[in-house]
């Protein structure tokens, strides 16, 4: 049973820009908050961005002013806008979102690696 469906990874220049969008399915009930996680090898997962059903936002500090976090409400996706991307940007990116019920739900991950 597929619920969360993430696109848009791949490989980037420094500066670069790429966008991850990731798709909930229907199963998914009375979603809240919707946002973006990274991992960077030898690293742990951390916050990258959050977005709740009324457009509250927010964002590591590491990628503020860069990176753009949206949701279309009635598709139950949400989206990554990164900008001037740098390679300390490189890492698998995970979609999550939470529901009113407190279920939490995570994406299989989408690679993004910047590189010249």
């Known amino acids: 049973q597929v619920q969360l469906v993430e696109s848009g990874g791949g490989l980037v220049q420094p500066g670069g820009s790429l966008r991850l969008s990731c798709a909930a399915s229907?199963?998914?009930?009375?979603?809240?908050?919707m946002g973006w996680y990274r991992q960077a090898p030898g690293k742990e997962r951390e916050l990258v961005a959050i977005?709740?059903?009324?457009?509250?936002?927010n964002y590591a500090d590491s990628v503020k002013g860069r990176f753009t976090i949206s949701r279309d409400n009635a598709k139950n996706t949400v989206y990554l806008q990164m900008s001037s991307l740098k390679p300390e940007d490189t890492a698998v990116y995970y979609c999550?979102?939470?529901?009113?019920?407190?279920?939490?739900?995570w994406g299989k991950g989408t690679l993004v690696t910047v590189s010249s």
């Open positions: 977005i709740t059903t009324l457009g509250s936002t």
């Open positions: 999550n979102v939470n529901t009113y019920h407190d279920m939490d739900y």
């Open positions: 229907a199963s998914i009930f009375s979603i809240n908050v």
